[in-house]
């Protein structure tokens, strides 16, 4: 066990265990190793092309880096969970191991730019991480889009059959908000993207060191412009944890829906047996478990960015303790969305969808009555006199225990001598989907528009 602090010069006596185990934050920032190795590497070779350690020293400290990184792989070295940190384990264990070489690795580098940077090289991993999985999820919509052209559901507002859609262009509409958190989480991570290596404490070094020689070993843009704001800046932390709630909200809102659609009163979809689970007392259930889970845990996702926000809004510049409450928060956040990523697109991918009750849905509830009311204006009477004359048919088929397809024309004529025959072609469910053609509408050929525009932008 190591236990020595390497800040421990300044203190004659041992810190009291209870605050060592408040104080260390080893038990979530240990997943940073592999970024914490590349980081120093990249500053142990920079300190040694400017001449600051020896080059032999470089050699040492970056074959015992590999050791340690291949052997946390292979399980072979274990993290000590008394450690503080992930940096001061890794430094410990380097200097145990290779002796005073080692002690020269913190040359010129102060953990505050030490975590900054690794906590920017890890989140721009996970990042891209959780960009593939919402391209995939996406994939699966357009997928399942490109098979429903034709598939008619009622649409909705305010929860209440509102006008005939397809189910294609409702799926769709997911894909448009997987878009937008594609391009939120692209740009957050480009302005991630900066190295805080070399900002030191929050002054710098007198040290000759080469910013820009790290920055572009570490595969960054370019250095951090400020060293105070460098250490102290995680904008990128509430950025990302910000896009994830979003990501988060759009999965909640679909689960809801899955959960509506799967329910008896709807009966739209059926989740394959691997993404259901069933009930303790009741043999019937078929429970749709994933979705439920997916709006629950939306709640956590929310709550780590308040918890970010809170935890900046009072920080003086620069470094301050009260950041390592950043790493907890939304390292939660990305390993949930990402579990949730990997939920949901299996279980769409897998379900079947019942385009009979889809269908059989929006026959119902007078969803046509808009076109009824649209084919007397195309026929020159004003709106608002149709939309007037339409509900007053409506109100009668109610109290007859009729629908507008079966309404007598003798009694169409009786409201306006302008409905014809065609009045049924023009209130059918296939026309009325047909004709809401304009661009982004229902009509299979504008939503075959829509897939294609999306996969051309998206680069399907």
């Known amino acids: ?49 400017q001449g600051i350690i020896p080059m032999a020293d470089v050699e040492e400290i970056l074959t015992g880096l590999e050791g340690i990184l291949a052997d946390l792989e292979s399980g072979r070295l274990q993290i000590d969970p008394t450690a503080e940190d992930i940096h001061m384990f890794i430094e410990q264990t380097l200097t145990a191991r290779i002796g005073d070489a080692g002690k020269r690795l913190h040359t010129a580098r102060s953990r505050n730019d030490q975590v900054a940077l690794d ?24 997928q399942l889009a490109q098979q429903n052209l034709h598939t008619v559901l009622p649409g909705y507002t305010h929860l209440q059959v509102a006008q005939p859609v397809t189910f294609a262009h409702h799926l769709m509409a997911y894909a448009q908000m997987l878009r937008r958190d594609i391009g939120r989480l692209q740009d957050c991570k480009a302005r991630m993207n ?59 809102r679909l689960s809801e829906e899955v959960v509506l659609w799967c329910s008896s009163e709807f009966k739209f979809v059926e989740l394959d047996d691997a993404f259901a689970t069933g009930s303790s007392i009741m043999p019937q259930k078929k429970n749709p478990d994933i979705t439920e889970l997916v709006r629950g845990k939306t709640g956590r996702v929310n709550g780590n960015l308040v918890t970010l926000l809170t935890m900046l ?92 397809e079966t309404l007598p024309l003798q009694e169409y004529k009786a409201a306006s001598d302008l409905f014809e025959e065609d009045v049924y072609t023009a209130i059918d469910l296939a026309t009325c989907v047909a004709q809401r053609n304009s661009e982004g509408g229902p009509a299979p050929e504008a939503v075959q528009a829509q897939i294609e525009e999306y996969k051309k932008a998206m680069e399907m």
């Not at 904008?235 to 759009?250: I, R, Y």
Request: proline share 3%; glycine share 6%.
């Open 1 to 49: 066990m190591i236990s020595l602090k390497m800040w421990a010069g300044r203190f004659e006596k041992e810190l009291d265990s209870t605050i060592n185990d408040f104080n260390s934050s080893i038990s979530f920032d240990w997943v940073m190793y592999k970024e914490d190795i590349a980081g120093s590497m990249a500053h142990a070779g920079m300190l040694g092309a």
């Open 119 to 142: 906590t920017r090289l890890y989140l721009r991993g996970k990042t891209n991480q959780i960009i593939t999985a919402v391209r995939g999820l996406a994939a699966v919509l357009v």
């Open 194 to 252: 900066y190295s805080p290596l070399g900002a030191g404490a929050l002054a710098g070094t007198t040290y000759p060191i080469n910013r820009q020689r790290t920055a572009q070993e570490l595969e960054f843009t370019a250095p951090c412009p400020n060293s105070m704001d460098a250490v102290s800046d995680r904008d990128f932390c509430v950025e990302l944890a910000a896009a994830l709630a979003l990501v988060m909200t759009h999965l909640s």
């Open 313 to 404: 809004k009072g920080l003086p510049l620069a470094y301050n303790k009260d950041m390592q409450e950043d790493k907890q928060a939304i390292f939660d956040s990305v390993e949930t969305t990402l579990a949730c990523l990997a939920a949901v697109t299996p279980m769409l991918q897998t379900m079947r969808v019942n385009a009979k009750n889809m269908r059989a849905a929006a026959a119902k509830g007078f969803i046509n009555a808009t076109d009824c009311a649209d084919y007397l204006t195309k026929k020159g009477l004003p709106f608002r006199d149709a939309y007037k004359i339409t509900g007053s048919l409506v109100v009668h088929c109610i109290k007859a225990g009729l629908t507008l």
